[in-house]
């Protein structure tokens, strides 16, 4: 005969089986899932394309400036402002408007006298007064650059020539650097047997204007010069696309 404490003790063992085993039925169901979409979302091709665009300049920019030296802060400063005042007259006369000028750097230090035990005094006080000048018409660049250094300016600094509204050439490296991508991803999926899908991802870098060969820098006159013969050249426009391509 079964005592009642036996019985209690079967029946909890037997509830204990059940659900053990309905446990071990649910984790199993759920490791049997198959991940869909591991093989579609990972499966692809990705290439950068790249395309290059040229077109000619049709404007510049120029940094413009005026350094005098004198024994005393007002005398330094006087002149140097009055070189620079005929300085924005002659840019003036060449067309160059006045929201095209714009002041980028001024400047205005004691120059020290140096012996064998260091400094000994105040030789005197130099000033730099520098402008950015945009010139708007490229025909204009050498007139103006000649002009300037007559009126004054006794130091230019790096002649930068720009497209005003870059849009189309990077409309047209961009189509360039699609169709690259596009002979790319063809020819990988060839080597590689398969066949390309549609395309899945697109990103796009947009690159520097490249400028033209022996332009840039700069340089210093101390007396006036003959206009200079300036070559606008060419600028290229680059862009890269990043393309990934589905695969079939």
């Known amino acids: 005969m079964i005592s009642k404490r036996s019985s209690i003790a079967l029946l909890f063992i037997l509830g204990l089986s059940m659900v053990l085993t309905s446990c071990a039925g649910t984790l199993s169901a759920q490791t049997a899932v198959p991940d869909q979409g591991s093989s579609s979302t990972n499966s692809g091709v990705t290439v950068v394309g790249q395309g290059t665009a040229y077109g000619e300049p ?21 002149q140097n402002q009055e070189n620079l005042s005929s300085v924005m007259v002659a840019l003036d006369e060449v067309g160059i408007a006045p929201e095209d000028i714009q002041t980028t750097n001024y400047s205005l230090y004691a120059e020290q006298i140096y012996g064998e035990r260091g400094p000994e005094g105040i030789a005197g006080y130099r000033v730099s007064n520098q402008v950015n000048v945009t010139i708007r018409d490229i025909s204009k660049v050498s007139d103006a650059l000649g002009a300037v250094t007559d009126a004054g300016a006794n130091a230019i600094y790096g002649v930068n020539f720009a497209v005003a509204d870059p849009a189309a050439l990077e409309e047209e490296a961009r189509a360039a650097a699609m169709a690259d991508a596009a002979e790319r991803a063809k020819s990988l999926a060839e080597l590689g047997n398969v066949e390309l899908g549609g395309i899945k991802i697109i990103s796009e870098v947009i690159g520097q204007p490249i400028a033209p060969m022996g332009m840039g820098g700069g340089y210093a006159m101390e007396t006036a010069a003959a206009a200079p013969g300036i070559s606008p050249g060419q600028l290229s426009y680059q862009v890269q696309v990043q393309v990934t391509y589905a695969l079939q």
């Open 58 to 78: 049709d404007q510049a920019t120029v940094m413009v400036g005026v350094e005098t030296f004198a024994p005393s802060v007002s005398e330094a400063t006087s």
